[in-house]
């Protein structure tokens, strides 16, 4: 039982690359998400899904896409990286049976754009 | 829209003595309040949850209680120690279209002097 597992760890990219932050749980979960953790800041939401085949925005979607084509899959998808996606990114799962439940987060991506 | 508002920002303890770190929630709908621990350069973790129906609820030296008349929620940790330095994160889920909606507080950094 791996949990939550993130892919890569560390990543740099120019401005203009795109590329594919993978995140999978082994937990069964249905609820998985994506957020971005600034110097300092919160976590803000970017997109979730409450099921395969269901995505929806969070709070600030723009220029990241997701797609949910198993249960146990949710990569985040950056169509044209730019300076300001400098961030690590957390993805998070929970069980959304019947009762809220926690969340289980990976270890992270920290995400440079130069 | 929804916010959770948590207080202090930061929090500098000598070792020994007493945490409180306080969350004010707007939504009504919320049922559902986890705090999460985050050491430098980690993940967030689940540390303590309590559900609306609870006005308490203690694991070892960390309790959490809740004032759902008043819509704020508390993390309290006793006996603190160098290992307890960390932001901490509290959360508000409220049910919603699909499962739950997740709103978290900026965080508190709390520093343990030894």
């Known amino acids: 039982n791996a949990g939550v597992t993130q892919t890569p760890k560390f990543q740099v990219l120019k401005t203009g690359q795109s590329m594919t932050l993978q995140c999978a749980q082994d937990?069964?979960?249905?609820?998985m998400s994506w957020y971005r953790q600034d110097p300092g800041m919160g976590l803000r939401l970017i997109h979730y899904s409450v099921g395969a085949g269901i995505t929806d925005q969070g709070e600030v979607p723009n220029g990241y896409n997701v797609s949910r084509s198993t249960t146990e899959d949710f990569p985040l998808r950056l169509l044209s990286a730019a300076p300001s996606q400098t961030s690590v990114y957390f993805c998070a799962s929970s069980s959304r049976r019947t009762t809220a439940h926690g969340y289980t987060f990976g270890s992270g991506t920290r995400l440079t754009v130069v | 829209g929804e916010n959770v508002e948590q207080h202090p920002s930061t929090l500098s303890v000598q070792e020994g003595d007493s945490a409180v770190i306080k969350c004010t929630y707007s939504?009504?709908?919320?049922?559902?309040f986890p705090w999460y621990k985050q050491e430098l350069g980690k993940r967030p973790q689940l540390i303590i949850d309590i559900r609306s129906n609870v006005g308490e609820k203690k694991d070892q030296r960390i309790a959490v209680t809740l004032n759902k008349t008043a819509k704020h929620f508390s993390l309290h940790i006793t006996e603190t120690q160098p290992e307890d330095s960390a932001v901490y994160f509290c959360?508000?889920?409220?049910?919603?279209?699909?499962?739950?909606?997740?709103?978290f507080g900026a965080g508190t950094r709390l520093f343990v002097k030894a």
């Open positions: 937990m069964n979960h249905e609820y």
């Open positions: 959360a508000a889920m409220a049910p919603n279209t699909g499962g739950f909606k997740t709103i």
């Open positions: 939504d009504s709908a919320s049922n559902y």
